[in-house]
């Protein structure tokens, strides 16, 4: 973005705050004035292809270093639901693609059992390059590639975010939350409905939880047909 553009939306974000601050919370878009000024311009292809020769032009932490693909996110980018997991692993890495391991053929066999197919939905995970030995993200891994989930939430514009695990929960509620309290609540990321549920990969090791996650993508189906 351009040090214009970068200031005109600093300029708007204090203008909305100002607003909200009296208690509006909704204002008429005019035309495409505002999401040009502020730089969303483009289709959602368009600003998927922009994101990605961002990340892969990324260097804000070092874990672009060992990498051999960066792991953007896999399915449509006019899904209604949107999985977020934590970071690649090594099949991820090797490929290119999200949860194509272990946990994303069952992650896989959930979406399916939801009455859906993998690529009704869009898949990402917080980070997009893979931690060394598949370590969990580090804090400021997570705060240095939180743009670029963002970006991709605002590109999809999902009916409902279920998170995937407790780093995918913890970036998007707060470092504080536990997934064992929270999954299966109902919460809101900025608006969108957010289901944390537990990680495929805790649902391998603990097969016993299964029937907790499932009845935590009922949540998430109900609210999609709402
Ligand atoms: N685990 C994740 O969190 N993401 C992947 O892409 C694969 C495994």
Not at 126 to 155: S, Y
Request: net charge positive; glycine share 8%; with cysteine.
């Amino acid at each position: 973005m351009s040090d214009e553009r970068r200031s005109l939306a600093r300029a708007l974000r204090h203008h909305l705050e100002g607003l909200s601050a009296f208690g509006v919370s909704e204002v008429p878009l005019p035309s495409g004035e505002i999401a040009e000024a502020v730089g969303v311009t483009g289709s959602k292809e368009e600003r998927l292809v922009r994101l990605t020769e961002e990340v892969e032009r990324c260097r804000r932490c070092p874990l672009y270093r060992a990498r051999t693909h960066a792991v953007i996110g896999d399915g449509t980018l006019h899904a209604r639901l949107m999985f977020i997991g934590e970071a690649p692993g090594r099949e991820e890495d090797l490929q290119g693609l999200p949860f194509v391991g272990a946990a994303g053929a069952l992650l896989t066999k959930m979406i399916e059992a939801m009455g859906m197919r993998r690529g009704d939905v869009y898949i990402c995970n917080v980070l997009k390059d893979r931690p060394p030995g598949n370590r969990t993200p580090l804090p400021e891994e997570m705060e240095a590639c939180l743009p670029f989930l963002r970006e991709q939430m605002g590109i999809v514009q999902p009916k409902v975010i279920c998170t995937l695990g407790a780093v995918a929960t913890k970036a998007l509620l707060g470092p504080h939350v536990s997934i064992t309290k929270v999954r299966g609540e109902v919460r809101e990321y900025e608006g969108t409905p957010l289901i944390p549920t537990f990680h495929p990969a805790y649902l391998l090791r603990n097969p016993a939880a299964k029937r907790f996650a499932w009845a935590d993508l009922k949540t998430v189906k109900k609210l999609l047909e709402e």
